[in-house]
């Protein structure tokens, strides 16, 4: 199994910043792509930003030029820097991992959450 604990998430002014961390442990053979979802109560569950384990990203429209997700593969750790924060960009801010089991089995992990509120 694997364990994610996010960590950062807190209330911040709009056109501030945040960087959510996100610490995996557990069984990591295999451990490939990481990323960040987010969740406003209502919503979809949608993705923010991925990171491959080569270093590969990709990013939602919605945070492009603004939020940025790094990987430290020594430390077992993902970060999402979120710069210009906006007030839609409120939710909770969910870690993502997928971990390869064989060539065609995978399984995906998720942490528990960290709450992000952009507000005056």
């Known amino acids: 199994q694997v364990q994610l604990v996010e960590s950062g998430g807190g209330l911040v002014q709009p056109g501030g910043s945040l960087r959510l961390s996100c610490a995996a442990s557990?069984?990591?053979?295999?451990?490939?792509?990481m990323g960040w979802y987010r969740q406003a109560p209502g919503n979809q569950r949608d993705l923010v930003a991925t990171?491959?384990?080569?270093?590969?990203?990709s990013y939602a429209d919605a945070v492009k030029g603004r939020f940025t997700i790094s990987r430290d593969n020594a430390k077992n750790t993902v970060y999402l820097q979120m710069n210009s924060l906006k007030p839609e960009d409120t939710a909770v801010y969910y870690c993502?991992?997928?971990?390869?089991?064989?060539?065609?089995?995978?399984?995906?992990?998720w942490g528990q959450g960290t709450q992000v509120t952009v507000s005056s």
């Open positions: 557990g069984t990591l053979s295999g451990l490939n792509v």
């Open positions: 993502n991992a997928d971990r390869r089991i064989t060539s065609t089995i995978n399984r995906v992990y």
């Open positions: 990171i491959s384990s080569g270093g590969d990203t």
